[in-house]
C-alpha cells in the first residue's frame, strides 16, 4: 500500500454536477452525488454512488484489478437497452484507508458505455 503525497497526489472532490451514464441507450446511473478523483497527471475519474446506479442491471465478473494507492478494484457489466457493455464499471469494495471516500462508488469506462454526461 502506498500513501498519496506530493509524488502521486491523489484528490477527491464533489462533483457539483448531475451525472448520467447511458448503456444501450438506457440510463444505467443518474447522479447529484457523484465525487472525482483526480489522480497524478491521469484525467479525472467521476465516481457514482451505488445507491445512484440501476443495479440490477450490473453483472459482478472475474475481472480485478490492483492500485497501490487504492486497492483492489472489482469489476462489473452493464446489460441494457440490448447491449452489454463487458467490464465497463470498477469499484473498489475494500478502499485502502486513504481513499474510504470512494467506497460504494462505481467508475465507468468512457469507452465502454455510450456515455457519460455532466450536466
Known amino acids: 500500500m502506498k500513501l498519496p503525497g506530493p509524488d502521486h497526489p491523489i484528490t477527491i472532490t464533489p462533483s457539483n454536477k448531475r451525472v448520467r451514464?447511458?448503456?444501450g441507450g438506457q440510463i444505467v446511473a443518474d447522479?447529484?452525488?457523484?465525487?472525482?478523483?483526480?489522480?497524478?497527471?491521469y484525467p479525472p475519474v467521476l465516481y457514482i454512488p451505488r445507491a445512484d446506479a440501476k443495479m440490477n442491471l450490473f453483472t459482478?465478473?472475474?475481472n480485478a484489478?490492483?492500485?497501490p494507492y487504492k486497492g483492489d478494484a472489482s469489476y462489473y457489466s452493464v446489460a441494457a437497452g440490448g447491449k452489454t457493455a463487458e467490464n465497463a464499471v470498477w469499484s473498489y469494495e475494500t478502499p485502502f484507508p486513504a481513499m474510504t471516500e470512494i467506497k460504494e462508488y462505481l467508475a465507468?469506462?468512457?469507452?465502454?458505455?455510450?456515455?457519460?454526461?455532466?450536466?
Open 21 to 23: 451514464v447511458t448503456v
Open 31 to 41: 447522479s447529484t452525488h457523484a465525487l472525482t478523483l483526480q489522480e497524478a497527471s
Open 60 to 62: 459482478k465478473t472475474d
Open 65 to 67: 484489478s490492483h492500485c
Open 108 to 119: 465507468f469506462y468512457p469507452n465502454r458505455v455510450d456515455k457519460i454526461e455532466e450536466a
